[in-house]
């Protein structure tokens, strides 16, 4: 196959995720727009950030009048779960060119992360075949908030704003069913849940995600080398 | 620099970094077998700790009735994404349950 072959191939791969990151996308920026966030910020969010829980946050977090620093941190801490997904992508990507890990890097999201993480497990892929999958989502995910914020206005309502906020945790599920294939994450995903939710309602701040993801991780290599599978 | 423009290009940095550095550094290295079993927890761990605080406890209080439609639409945007493995479906079904339920 040629390069473009392949990163056309991986394009292909990414059509499920940019049907789900236009309606998302469009969430966010007509979100972003009653917010009253103007259009070439609403792009400028999309383009640099790339990150539909940061930007979800970012929006609320402005119209609650919040501070710049405040956003930041929180932003921070609801994204540094990529830093676990990209040392886990990490493994699959010994053979790639150096120059491109910028690029797949910033381009690393929930979605791409699961997709890609499938992909590359069934067999081996270059870095072409990432770049487009990786590439498509991310053009889908700048024209959905850009259609958002231009149309948006149109649904300025509470009940419309409330609906929308729920894309994110509808994607969240999808993505989380698509991965309990064995029993072990189904018990990982039960434990990560109720810990966040116990950390959520007694810590205060936004550290619970990462707590209840690293206990769980712990505890999980912990089950495994007790049961002498490691 | 305006303010909003200080907010976004402090979480494109922010963002960016955990999403580089790991990546980056680990390509170099190899990663101890341990290492490689505690990350593979981290997708699933990470989701579901990031969705069951939103959807059961939406105002930081635990609501598992039907003034909570964040709560009841789980249940068909799992069952949606389990039968079809299609998000789009997931997405949208997930979406009409709320809207709906706002209504009754």
Redesign the interface.
């Known amino acids: 196959m040629t390069s473009l072959q392949d990163f056309l191939a991986g394009s292909k791969k990414a059509i ?2 940019v ?2 990151y236009l ?2 996308g469009f969430a966010y920026g007509a979100l972003a727009s009653i917010a009253g ?1 103007n259009l070439p ?1 609403i792009l ?2 999309s383009i ?4 539909g ?2 930007q979800f946050i ?1 929006v609320s977090m ?1 119209a609650a009048g919040a501070g ?1 620093f405040s ?3 929180t ?2 801490l609801v ?13 699959y ?2 053979k ?1 060119p ?1 120059k491109v ?2 690029l ?3 381009w ?1 999201t ?2 791409s ?2 997709l890609a ?1 499938g992909e590359l497990q069934e067999g081996e892929k270059n870095h072409f075949f990432l770049l487009g999958l990786f590439g498509t989502a991310y053009l889908g995910w700048v024209i959905g908030g850009g259609l958002g914020g231009i149309f948006g206005g149109l649904f300025n309502s509470s ?1 419309a704003a ?3 906020e ?15 294939k064995q029993k072990k ?1 189904i018990f ?10 116990l950390f ?2 007694l810590v205060p701040g936004s550290w ?2 990462i707590m ?2 690293v206990a ?3 505890l ?2 912990m089950v ?2 007790w049961k002498g599978l ?1 | 620099m305006e303010r909003l423009t200080l907010v976004i290009l402090g979480c494109a940095v922010v963002t960016f970094l955990p999403r580089f550095l790991p990546m980056y550094i680990l390509t170099r290295l190899k990663i101890p077998k341990v290492v490689v079993a505690w990350l593979s927890y981290i997708p699933v761990a990470v989701l579901a700790a990031l969705v069951v605080p939103g959807i059961m406890a939406p105002e930081h209080k635990i609501n598992l009735t039907f003034t909570n439609a964040y709560f009841i639409a789980a249940f068909p945007a799992f069952f949606i994404a389990w039968r079809t493995k299609n998000m789009l479906l997931t997405v949208v079904g997930g979406m009409a349950v709320v809207f709906l339920l706002q209504y009754l």
């Open positions: 499920p995720i049907l789900g309606p998302l966030i910020y400028m969010m640099l950030v790339f990150a829980s940061g970012t402005l710049a956003i930041i941190l932003v921070f994204n540094l779960r990529h830093l676990l997904m990209s040392a886990s992508l990490s493994t990507l010994q790639f150096r890990l910028p797949i890097s910033f690393l929930d979605e992360f699961a993480t009940r409330y609906t929308m729920y894309a994110l945790y509808a994607m969240f599920i999808f993505l989380l069913v698509i991965q309990l994450f990982a995903a039960a434990c990560a849940g109720s810990l966040s939710l959520y309602l619970y995600i209840a993801t769980t991780a712990t999980g290599v495994e080398k490691l």
